[in-house]
């Protein structure tokens, strides 16, 4: 079993790396011999996609796939083998920070299609638990719709 812990605050020792390292915890109590990777996507220079749909090229080498070979690379096709991903991320403006938006889009849109259910083309699902942290009140977080986004 593996699991990736995703840590999308520049700070590695913060807010947002310590709710993701007890949820690695957690998963450690119960599964004592899972294998854990943590990244720092600060640690590493990549960039958001590049909207070259070589992704989207049936008949192309890249189908379903990204491309694009920078630090990213191999961790965008990883995540889809995992048995459960973790994503912790401060937020930044009312939203997730800008690192981990563009890993997102980096990890999803080859997977997404076209199609007219949007069929995805990951090959089997992965459970993603979402980790945020924020600096305000509770009430502030809903007064500025937080949970929406
Ligand atoms: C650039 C920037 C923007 C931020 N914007 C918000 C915000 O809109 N709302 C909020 O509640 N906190 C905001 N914060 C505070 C962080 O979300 C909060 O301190 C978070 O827990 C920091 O996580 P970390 O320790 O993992 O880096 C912001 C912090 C920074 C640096």
Redesign the pocket.
């Known amino acids: 079993m593996k699991i990736i812990a995703i840590n999308a ?3 590695k020792n ?4 310590k709710m993701l390292d007890s949820w690695i915890n957690g998963y450690k109590s119960v599964y004592p011999d899972v294998e854990v990777e943590r990244v720092d996507l600060y640690t590493l220079k990549y960039t958001g996609c590049r909207s070259c749909f070589s992704c989207k090229r049936k008949n192309g080498p890249f189908y379903g796939t990204c491309p694009v070979k920078d630090d990213i690379h191999d961790l965008v096709a990883e995540v889809y083998d995992a048995d459960a991903i973790a994503i ?1 991320s ?5 939203n997730i ?1 800008g690192m981990l938006h563009s890993f997102l889009e980096r990890a999803m849109f080859s997977k997404n299609t076209y199609h007219m259910n949007h069929e995805s083309l990951a090959p089997k699902p992965v459970p993603v638990t979402m980790i945020y ?4 009140t509770p009430e ?2 809903e007064n ?1 719709h937080y949970p929406n986004h």
């Open positions: 605050s520049p700070r913060g807010n947002s790396a912790a401060p937020t930044y403006f009312g920070n942290t924020c600096n305000c502030l977080a500025f």
